[in-house]
């Protein structure tokens, strides 16, 4: 059976030959949506914890942190390679040489061979570039974006502080210097329908985007989500209203696009709604339904695709 969409764990494999699975890493960062430069309190869905561990900040080291989730992915799946994940927050937030600092020092652990860099669109001055550009020369690094929607109207309702036009630069720029882009987007955020989230789809293809993470929204205790969620202003999507939505998404993204993630990962102990966040199994099994029923791919109403084979 042919493959239906594009995704890491196979590009990866392509690539190096073997498994190699990404390993979070929290290195401590802000968000300028935190500290008060661009905003406080963050994003509409994120609390304190934001996507962090709070390790670093508990005195465990990038080294620790990765020694240990390779003793992990060892013991699960084998692996013997490794993408450390620069997770938490905004982790180009930082000074160039502090940076070139941290990730030098997940390189330097035995096995990894790349980088997953996640932050914001506003994060990423051209000094961060150089340094990324500097970086991929030697390494496998991915520059992965917060889009979230590519409505202004709905990034003014969640409190992002930038807009789509901030994010469509900072890819050009990343381009410019041949650095691969992954970029994240929610699915189901307020005030958003099939054909918003349609919309942020075929933005991303306009802009021959390399990597496409998706999410679900949800709501976590401790967000400004969870004050609408809790006077019945915030509706989510079902299930199967989610696995639809992903479908048109990947539909309209380029072909060759790497898929990194189809579905997003709550905290179970803060996680408000909705209950099937948890069922991240079934979910992907609605997806590949959906593809089948469907009868599509990745890519098919891309129009710069030109063809519904994935490469």
Known sequence: MRPRYHDLNSHLRSRFGCRVQKITVDAGFTCPNRDGTVGRGGCAYCNARGSGTGAYASGVS????????KAAMVRRYHAHRFMAYFQ????TY?????????????????????????????CVPEPVLDLLQELARETCIWLELGLQSACDRTLERIGRGHDSACFMRAVAAAHARGLQVCAHVILGLPGEGFSEMRRTAEALAAVAIDGVKLHQLYVSAGTRLAALHRRGELRCLTQDEYAAAAVD???????????????GDPQPDELLAPAWSLDKAGTLRRIEAELARRDTVQGRLCPAAGTDRLP
Do not use: C, K, M
């Not at 990038?62 to 989730?69: D, P, S, V």
């Not at 938490?88 to 982790?91: L, Q």
């Not at 930082?94 to 997953?116: C, F, M, W």
């Not at 380029?254 to 579905?263: I, S």
């Open 88 to 91: 938490a927050f905004s982790n």
């Open 62 to 69: 990038i080294a620790a942190q990765l020694e240990t989730g």
């Open 94 to 122: 930082a000074p160039v040489e502090r940076l070139r600092e941290l990730y030098r020092r997940a390189l330097a652990v035995d096995g990894v061979v790349g980088l997953s860099i996640g932050t914001r669109p506003d």
């Open 249 to 263: 998404v990947l539909e309209r993204i380029p072909p060759q696009a790497v898929v990194h993630r189809l579905v």
